[in-house]
């Protein structure tokens, strides 16, 4: 998959005191960010933000910029990840979403909240569990995002050995507990879900793809 964006470098940046710019200090507190990883990632926030429409939110079409240098482009991947980061689920995402949700990708973040966003990202319908057809669809845009061009019964087989393991209660969908149980013998499903240089932000917007392998 292509890189979100180009490199950005970072600097200390002063996060203004504006609805939606909650304060570094209380960011830091509540995530895996120290207070000046925090005002780094609101020099990159303020790209992002101001590459449509300058009003210090990020919306959908940007989002999409970032992602694929195409803010037209319609992808269930992208689409999932944007819902995910927007918390109030208001359309836009705020600075201390951005945050927030960018710190279940640090080092320092917990196993469990890593394993529960991948969860939510597979749980289209947010239903609580994930069914097949929901599988189905997340597995294919994660395809063809990584330009493999598979045939259907290809992702149907890799679909149905999913199934197979990860649905131990054999009701036709997974929920939380089975997918904990299936991450713990997948490790790799999850390898993504820690960007290393979170620790040091200076570079680039992360990428956010799943391993969407079966095996490790």
């Known amino acids: ?47 992002l933000s101001s ?17 694929f240098q195409n803010s037209r482009k319609k992808n269930l991947f992208a689409d999932r990840v944007f819902d995910l980061f927007d918390l109030k689920h208001n359309g836009v995402i705020e600075f201390g979403e951005f945050v927030r949700s960018l710190s279940i990708f640090h080092p320092k973040a917990s196993e469990s909240d890593k394993i529960s966003f991948a969860f939510k990202l597979y749980d289209l319908r947010q239903t609580g569990c994930i069914k097949r057809e929901e599988l189905k669809e997340m597995v294919s845009a994660l395809l063809s995002e990584s330009n493999l061009d598979l045939t259907d019964d290809v992702i149907e087989s890799i679909v149905e050995k999913t199934m197979m393991e990860a649905d131990s209660k054999g009701d036709g969908k997974i929920d939380l507990e089975e997918w904990k149980e299936y991450v713990a013998k997948h490790p790799s499903l999850i390898k993504n879900m820690t ?22």
């Open 195 to 216: 960007l290393p240089y979170l620790k040091d932000i200076t570079v680039a917007f992360p990428s956010f793809v799943l391993n969407s392998e079966v095996n490790d």
């Open 1 to 47: 998959m292509p890189s979100f964006l180009s490199c950005f470098c970072f600097k200390k940046a002063v996060v203004p005191r504006r609805k939606g710019n909650e304060d570094p200090i209380t960011l830091a507190s509540e995530t895996a960010f120290t207070v000046n990883e925090v005002e780094a990632l609101y020099d990159l926030f303020k790209k």
């Open 51 to 67: 590459s449509i429409i300058d009003d210090g939110l990020i919306h959908k079409e940007e989002f999409q910029l970032a992602l």
